[in-house]
T-cell receptor, first 112, second 117 residues
Framework: RKEVEQDPGPFNVPEGATVAFNCTYS??????FFWYRQDCRKEPKLLMS???SGNEDGRFTAQLNRASQYISLLIRDSKLSDSATYLC?????????????FGTGTSLTVIP | GAGVSQSPSNKVTEKGKDVELRCDPI?????LYWYRQSLGQGLEFLIY????????KSGLPSDRFSAERTGGSVSTLTIQRTQQEDSAVYLC???????????????FGPGTRLTVL
């Protein structure tokens, strides 16, 4: 079973729509959680960390459910510039140190 | 401040040749990771360096792949006898380790796009 699983999409939504991405992780020892954004032919960049109590950054809201090992990202009032691939990332201590595990990404296209 | 840098940004080589890819992590970051990403695919973990500890090489796909990190800073990924299936973007990331897990995220370099003809 993969460490991190995401719905690959693609999600095609109109401008102004609300869209939600989900992610599950398999190892309950995972400690830190992140959403990264990757634009076409660019490197991944941190969008936001995901805290246990949930957190919001402008139009973006992230939620964590440790009991269900589930992470979500909600984007409100979608903009054209939100079009990208969103990567769910989980961090935990492995035998060799702090290791990051990446989902394969969810593709979002915001349509005018 | 300066981010993670990688060189070259693009590399075209012939099948069977050796290539070296370089990564300069953010100053002070003790953890350094190499990944590769084929077109339209997710990130594939290759190798992880943490301080002076032995690297985690569990992701290297074959013995043609090796990496070094000198002085706890710059890293070089070497691919010997390149094959066409090695064509991908090779991404380097660094992270400020903070002991047990922590919220320190990875910062990625822009990648090296390798094309093996």
């Amino acid at each position: 079973r993969k460490e991190v699983e995401q719905d690959p999409g693609p999600f095609n939504v109109p401008e102004g729509a609300t869209v939600a991405f989900n992610c599950t992780y398999s190892n309950s020892a995972s400690q830190s959680f992140f959403w990264y954004r990757q634009d076409c032919r660019k490197e991944p960049k941190l969008l936001m960390s995901v805290y246990s109590s949930g957190n919001e950054d402008g139009r973006f809201t992230a939620q964590l459910n440790r009991a269900s090992q589930y992470i979500s990202l909600l984007i409100r009032d979608s903009k054209l510039s939100d079009s990208a691939t969103y990567l769910c990332v989980v961090k935990r201590v492995s035998d060799t140190g702090n290791q990051f595990y990446f989902g394969t990404g969810t593709s979002l296209t915001v349509i005018p | 401040g300066a981010g993670v840098s990688q060189s070259p940004s693009n590399k075209v080589t012939e099948k069977g040749k050796d290539v070296e890819l370089r990564c300069d992590p953010i100053s002070g970051h003790t953890a350094l990771y190499w990944y590769r990403q084929s077109l339209g695919q997710g990130l594939e973990f290759l190798i992880y360096f943490q301080g002076n500890s032995a690297p985690d090489k569990s992701g290297l796909p074959s013995d043609r792949f090796s990496a070094e990190r000198t002085g706890g800073s710059v890293s070089t990924l070497t691919i010997q006898r390149t094959q066409q299936e090695d064509s991908a973007v090779y991404l380097c990331a660094s992270s400020l380790e903070a002991g047990y897990a922590g919220w320190n995220e990875q910062f990625f370099g822009p990648g090296t796009r390798l094309t093996v003809l």
